[in-house]
């Protein structure tokens, strides 16, 4: 039997109430680790009411430093090192490029870019050899797409993690970017039919996937199993992002 060496390990997600973070923190602590779900809301949200031991919540607004301080301390009064970061919440901003305004861009830095960057510069200091931050980008990273706010903040957070996996590594603290095509979740509800049809035409796979399938690959990275991987940009879209564009030729010709 493969041990995924959580055990004993302690990891926190954010914006883990629904959606893919709440997905990722019950497969991590079914895995063995002690996990630090946090999210907005005051009380356990029921994405993570799951019965498992160490599952633990708190809340968090990624965009304030104070409370990423005060998340820091409280790990550190238990006596406790961080072994695992993801930086998993984020938001959506639709408003296309003409009319797109300085405070969508703002709205969704604040959350997507700073507020990966205050987990890392709060977390970092209790992190040791053998740790890893996990940073949950888009296939919007990877290519042009229509939400321009969003589609800049992703690219941005893609630049932040290479530099933190410079930083970070010669600590022995790796930082990898997982990119997600379209994942179901409440996010993706709210999209438009067309949006998730046009998708779908675009992914080699022909489905959409599930949070569960991008927790399984940040299992895999905050585990030793993934231990000499850092500064990767690693896609879970279906082969969406893969072809650049050749699927609609390859189509044709079929
Ligand atoms: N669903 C997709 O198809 C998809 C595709 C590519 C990338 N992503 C990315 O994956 C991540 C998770 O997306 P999801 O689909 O699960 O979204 P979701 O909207 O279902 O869940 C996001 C969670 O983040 C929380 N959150 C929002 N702002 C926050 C803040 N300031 N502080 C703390 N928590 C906050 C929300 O409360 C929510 O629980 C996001 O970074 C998103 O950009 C999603």
Same mark, same amino acid.
């Given at each position: 039997?493969?041990?995924?060496?959580?055990?004993? #390990?302690?990891?926190? +997600? =954010?914006? &883990?109430?629904? %959606?893919?973070?709440?997905?990722?923190?019950?497969?991590?602590? /079914?895995? *063995?680790?002690?996990?630090?779900?946090?999210?907005?809301?005051?009380? #356990?949200?029921?994405? +993570? =009411?799951? &019965?498992?031991? %160490?599952?633990?919540?708190?809340?968090?607004?990624?965009?304030? /430093?104070? *409370?990423?301080?005060?998340?820091?301390?409280?790990?550190?009064?238990?006596?406790?090192?961080?072994?695992?970061?993801?930086?998993?919440?984020?938001?959506?901003?639709?408003?296309?490029?003409?009319? /797109?305004?300085?405070?969508?861009?703002?709205?969704?830095?604040?959350?997507?870019?700073?507020?990966?960057?205050?987990?890392?510069?709060?977390?970092?200091?209790?992190?040791?050899?053998?740790?890893?931050?996990?940073?949950?980008?888009?296939?919007?990273?990877?290519?042009?797409?229509?939400?321009?706010?969003?589609?800049?903040?992703?690219?941005?957070?893609?630049?932040?993690?290479?530099?933190?996996?410079?930083?970070?590594?010669?600590?022995?603290?790796?930082?990898?970017?997982?990119?997600?095509?379209?994942?179901?979740?409440?996010?993706?509800?709210?999209?438009?039919?067309?949006?998730?049809?046009?998708?779908?035409?675009?992914?080699?796979?022909?489905?959409?996937?599930?949070?569960?399938?991008?927790?399984?690959?940040?299992?895999?990275?905050?585990?030793?199993?993934?231990?000499?991987?850092?500064?990767?940009?690693?896609?879970?879209?279906?082969?969406?992002?893969?072809?650049?564009?050749?699927?609609?030729?390859?189509?044709?010709?079929?």
């Amino acid at each position: 039997m493969v041990s995924l060496q959580l055990e004993g #390990r302690t990891v926190v +997600v =954010t914006g &883990a109430g629904q %959606g893919q973070g709440a997905a990722e923190a019950r497969l991590l602590a /079914a895995a *063995g680790a002690r996990v630090i779900a946090t999210d907005l809301s005051d009380d #356990r949200p029921d994405g +993570v =009411t799951s &019965a498992a031991d %160490g599952l633990l919540y708190r809340r968090l607004d990624v965009a304030d /430093a104070s *409370g990423w301080k005060d998340l820091a301390s409280w790990i550190g009064s238990r006596g406790w090192t961080v072994d695992g970061l993801v930086n998993n919440a984020g938001i959506t901003q639709r408003s296309r490029l003409l009319d /797109a305004s300085v405070a969508d861009l703002q709205k969704v830095y604040e959350v997507n870019v700073a507020g990966s960057l205050l987990g890392i510069q709060a977390l970092a200091p209790l992190m040791g050899d053998g740790s890893s931050i996990v940073n949950v980008g888009s296939v919007a990273a990877l290519t042009a797409h229509y939400p321009v706010a969003y589609t800049a903040s992703k690219w941005a957070l893609r630049g932040l993690s290479q530099v933190a996996a410079m930083e970070l590594g010669p600590r022995g603290i790796r930082v990898n970017t997982v990119h997600p095509g379209f994942i179901q979740t409440p996010m993706t509800a709210t999209a438009k039919p067309e949006f998730r049809q046009a998708t779908l035409a675009e992914t080699p796979l022909g489905r959409t996937g599930t949070a569960e399938e991008v927790a399984g690959v940040v299992l895999f990275l905050l585990s030793p199993l993934s231990s000499f991987v850092t500064g990767a940009d690693i896609p879970v879209d279906g082969g969406q992002s893969g072809h650049g564009g050749a699927k609609a030729v390859s189509d044709a010709l079929r």
